[in-house]
């Protein structure tokens, strides 16, 4: 696969007034999707944020293993990483992020207890991709829908301040890296949503995912299309593809999917299996799990 080229120009736009703003805030507050966590981190905003304090927060967390969040969570606490696991949808673990920005402002209250100041407002920066829930949980922490909700990538334009109680909250435009040089994250961004799936092939997509599947969670493709998949490794399109493609022709097979003439529609099978990946109807899925520490 070539390196996927996605940055448009808000993008670009956003990079710069992120680094522009970030002189002014005391916190910066990065999203990520608790089933990629490494996928779904910015390697440029790790550059632009460079020592800022930081909370990590994990989202999705109730489409996730909730072994490998775990596990997740576990890890980067081992790594002195502040990191809090929240459901949007819920609610669960939104006050977390409250004494997590307190605990990463210490510094901050620190000086202003030296200077016999009272505690002031935690001006927080908001960052992460596109489409990691980033404006679900803002909406959560201010009660309110503060900003625009969708599920289509870098819907958040423009910069917004949100006052909450002790907390200025700026929600900046998802931003993602120029070039998408892993072949393996860009296609767990585009079967996540973090960016658009038509930049890829939706059949390539499907095809690494069912090969993926057939290594992780096998059992999940049985219980949701009666379909059992042979574990194989991803070795390429062409490769790959002998081993997907009859998988795709059964799933649609088993949903009546057909084309003009009685052809199994592969493509209807792609979308589908890809949309209900995304949505939770295989089950709990992480596509990352953490290092193994060696003691």
Known sequence: MQPIH????????ARREIADQLKSVDVVLEIVDVRLPRASANPMLQDLVGK???VLVLTREDLADPTVTAAWLEYFRSEKQLAVVVDARTGRGIRDI???????????RAKEASRGLKPGTIRTMVVGIPNVGKSSVINR????AATKIGD????????QWIRLEGIDLLDTPGVLWPKIEDQRAGYI?????????????MQLLAAYLISWFSQHYRSAMLERYGVDVQPFLWEGVESSWEKAEPIL????ARRGFRRSGGILDVERAAELLIRETQTGKLGRLSFETPPIHLS
Do not use: C, N, Y
């Open 141 to 144: 922490l201010a009660g309110r």
């Open 6 to 13: 996605w940055f448009p120009g808000h993008m670009a736009k």
């Open 98 to 108: 409250t004494r997590a920005l307190e605990q990463a402002a210490s510094d901050k």
């Open 52 to 54: 800022k304090p930081r």
């Open 249 to 252: 022709e059964a799933v649609a």
């Open 189 to 201: 961004l585009a079967i996540t949503g973090a960016i658009k799936a038509e930049i890829l092939d």
């Open 152 to 159: 289509r990538p870098g819907i958040t334009k423009t910069q």
